[in-house]
Nanobody, 125 residues
Framework: QVQLVESGGGLVQAGGSLRLSCAYS????????MAWFRQAPGKEREFVAA????????YYADSLKGRFSISRESARNTMYLQMDDLAPEDTAVYYC??????????????????WGQGTQVTVSS
């Protein structure tokens, strides 16, 4: 059983920063990839960043690398997404996800079966 709860979204001006949190509870013998996705109105869900199933590798969307950073604090069962130099096009609902994708499919939202409720991020110009 997997439970995911995001927090930390809000309204920020362009150029600002936000840190999202994903508190997770996983009761399973599986190892899970943990990821962040986002979805803007009228658009498909988009990969942001992920930890591999072993936790040893990080993956980023090419367009976001350098501005966004993923981290985790295992003792607190929490994953973070640090977002810097935000722009209006970053406005979206951000979701935390857990799944068991193969490495080549880690960016594919269809490979994740566990999702949080999402947290809204709005960047004003």
């Amino acid at each position: 059983q997997v439970q995911l709860v995001e927090s930390g979204g809000g309204l920020v001006q362009a150029g600002g920063s936000l840190r999202l949190s994903c508190a997770y509870s996983i009761r399973s013998s599986n190892t899970y990839a943990m990821a962040w996705f986002r979805q803007a109105p009228g658009k498909e869900r988009e990969f942001v960043a992920a930890f591999s199933r072993t936790g040893g590798y990080k993956y980023y969307a090419d367009s976001l690398k350098g501005r966004f950073s993923i981290s985790r604090e295992s003792a607190r069962n929490t994953m973070y997404l640090q977002m810097d130099d935000l722009a209006p096009e970053d406005t979206a609902v951000y979701y935390c996800a857990a799944g068991t994708p193969i490495q080549s499919a880690i960016r594919d939202y269809r490979m994740y079966s566990n999702w949080g409720q999402g947290t809204q991020v709005t960047v004003s110009s």
